[in-house]
């Protein structure tokens, strides 16, 4: 679909509104008498204790509670046991933020409180239980193993990736308020209508008894997809207090309350022959888990379709421990599995001395061999050929420390990429008033890939309007259902479910026109009505036309709406749906401080139609700092005699800056995929981060001719 709107390099809606302060984001918010909550957290991370001693912080001016029985809020933990360092035991309430931080400090949770018991934190602990992930039962097709022993080509290695905490700009807080028996939350979620659900299960409310209210997210990722125990401990203290809480996150804090994604152990084995046909795949993999609840990525999924494969076999296993619980993080399994696959792809190019574009080329397979299933669109080979163009590829020697620089070694490489194009069940409400301007809705969310815009832009065209008389309203859970904003699914779920209404909108008011008598289009076929700039005319005369705001002034009444839901057909069980993308990298190493900088990068990405380039190139851009991160910087590091992250802050866990981004560019193909819904749109928000890992690992083995298998790629983990 296109119109004056979609395909349109549009500026962000509400961009001025978050660049001046005039955007409110949930700890923004107030009310009258207001008092602020601080978290008391464990020191230790396995301890069966008795609440600790909070005489001397309930003590302290400006205290107004201290908690430390949270019975009547459901938590994932049983009383009295902890599960992890940094699970919350306390909370400290008073008139100032101030005052409920000194009282904080005042309890001791460490293991002089007394509990403690030996806690185990390292996977890498041998003889430690491992479980089956319920969503990645151990899968084979054809004979792998023979056929790995029967290959002249193989490579066998393994692949390590530390655990990467989420650092979004904005922390997580909650401001919670009730009123008699219902419950107001300001909260920052990327799923307001779950979120809601979910405190209301947890404190034993009717779920219609609970708003959930979050217009603005200041960046999130996966970590605000699921209800934390902080947001249910929010509204479970303003519901024992009876007075509005404020309860936001430290950064310290974040690193054990928000989930992350999970330290991981990774075996591939790729056989072939010596044609560069592949024969043969392996993918095995070993990721952190908690003890008290569980998380699993979907890691060794790509290894199964992204490549042709005649005999193939994975596993996954959970290794449980005294740590939080894992959650999603952008591009959760997929960019964790394709490091191990690309990187391996790489290795066997040097293996076969093919150039590893044209390797992938030559296992481009027919269909998903996974399911059976045909592709609904696969534009990987056209990704990978127009990026090798842009990108300069053909002019790369492949040998590796074959190219220098100043005195820096340069190297150059690709990896592939993909991701599901999921859609779910959506709706939207769309409505015109007298003056002609509409107001459409959906409970969805905006953590930062531009969501009121797109929609904004698809509502415009349905309607027929310009986008300066289209509202979108979303992030409160008493707007029409809309599933998480995780998962790339936002553009194609909720997008149809705003074409849908704003369409049986549009086609509404124009059946009322052709039947009034008193409308200049009185007896007009409906088929030869138009809708542009609110004004519908006739496309065989022009003159009969009268505009929205005229048709529903003689109509009376308030204006018109519609609420419609949309479902995604069964082509989801008939087609496969991937997004996919082939990543360019260039690197500097300079051998003698041990450094690595990433000079450019290039990528190219199948992610069906695009509805506004420029957010698009954004998020796409935003995916590749991502992904140089984990590549580069990102690692979080523990004490494993109590469990502590001893990086838990801005200054010791590194995330990229300005100064580390030089050059990165991306483009798309923007052919629209009809199989995925109306707008043929797939996703891309999770897929851009994909490949980029790899990527910069295969051009760091180009430059100095030593394997990275390690994110992130440190002088430590090269020695």
Known sequence: MT???????????????????????????????LVHAVLVTSAVSRASVAAPDVADARSQPGVVEVFTDFSGARLPWAAGQVNFFGQPVAIV?????????????????????????????????????????????????????????????????????????????????????????????????????????????????????????SPFIGGAF?????????????????????????????????????????????????????????????????????????????????????????????????????VAVPTYTRGPGFVTG??????????????????????????????NQDTGLPFSSRGLPTCLRRGAAEFGWAGRNPAPRSRREDGLLIGTGVASGAYNAGRRPASARARIDRAGNAVVSSATSDMGPGTATSMTQVAADALGLPMSRVQFMLGDSE??????????????????????????????????????????LYGVPVERVTVRDGRLSSSDDPKRSETYRQLLSRRGGDGLDTLRDWSPSDNQTRYDTHGYGAVFAEVAVDELVGTIRVRRMRAVYDVGAVVNPRLAHSQALSGMVYGIGMALLEGTIRDHRDGRIVNANLSNYLVPVNADIVDLDASFLGEADPVTGPLGVKGLAELVIV?????????????????????????????
Request: charged letters at 20%; proline letters at 9%; one cysteine or more.
């Open 3 to 33: 119109g004056p709107s979609i395909g349109q390099p549009v500026a962000r809606v509400d961009g001025v509104a978050r660049v001046t302060g005039a955007a409110r984001y949930s700890a923004d918010h107030s009310a009258p008498g």
């Open 93 to 213: 309430v008073g008139t100032t933020l101030e005052a409920a931080e000194h009282a904080a400090r005042l309890i001791d949770t460490g293991p002089a409180a007394g509990g403690s018991t030996p806690a185990v934190t390292d996977m890498n602990d041998p003889g430690l239980p491992t479980v089956v992930p319920p969503r990645s039962p151990d899968y084979r097709r054809g004979d792998p193993d023979s056929a790995i022993a029967a290959a002249p080509v193989r490579v066998d290695q393994r692949y390590r990736i530390a655990r990467e905490n989420h650092n979004p700009m904005e922390p997580p807080g909650v401001v919670a308020e009730w009123t008699g028996d219902r419950l107001t939350m300001y909260d920052k979620t990327q799923w307001v209508q779950g979120t809601a659900r979910d405190v209301a299960a947890a404190l034993g409310v009717p779920p219609e008894n609970v708003r959930v209210i």
């Open 222 to 322: 996966g970590s605000a997809g699921l209800t934390w125990p902080h947001q249910i401990l929010a509204a479970w203290t303003a519901r024992q207090l009876r007075r509005p809480v404020k309860l936001v996150l430290t950064r310290k804090q974040m690193y054990s309350s928000i989930g992350y994604r999970p330290a991981s152990d990774q075996r591939v084995i790729l056989a072939a022959g010596r044609d560069g046909r592949i024969t043969a795949t392996a993918h095995e993999a070993r990721t952190e888990d908690a003890r008290y609840a569980s998380y699993q990525d979907e890691i060794t999924a790509v290894s199964r379709f992204l490549y042709r494969s005649p005999a193939m076999r994975s596993s996954h296993r959970l290794v449980p421990l005294d």
């Open 338 to 367: 394709t490091f191990a696959l690309e990187s391996a792809m790489d290795e066997l190019a040097v293996e076969l001395g093919i150039d590893p574009i044209e390797l992938r080329l030559r296992n481009e397979p027919d269909a």
């Open 479 to 520: 707007l029409p259902t809309a599933p998480m904003h995780a998962g790339s699914v936002t553009m194609a779920s909720v997008g149809p479910a705003v074409l849908t209404a704003c369409t049986m909108l549009r086609d509404a008011l124009v059946r009322i026109a052709v039947t009034d008598p008193a409308s200049p």
């Open 691 to 719: 490949g980029v890992p790899a990527a910069v690992a295969n051009a760091v083995y180009h430059a100095t001719g030593r394997r990275a298998r390690e994110l992130p790629i440190t002088l430590e983990s090269q020695l």
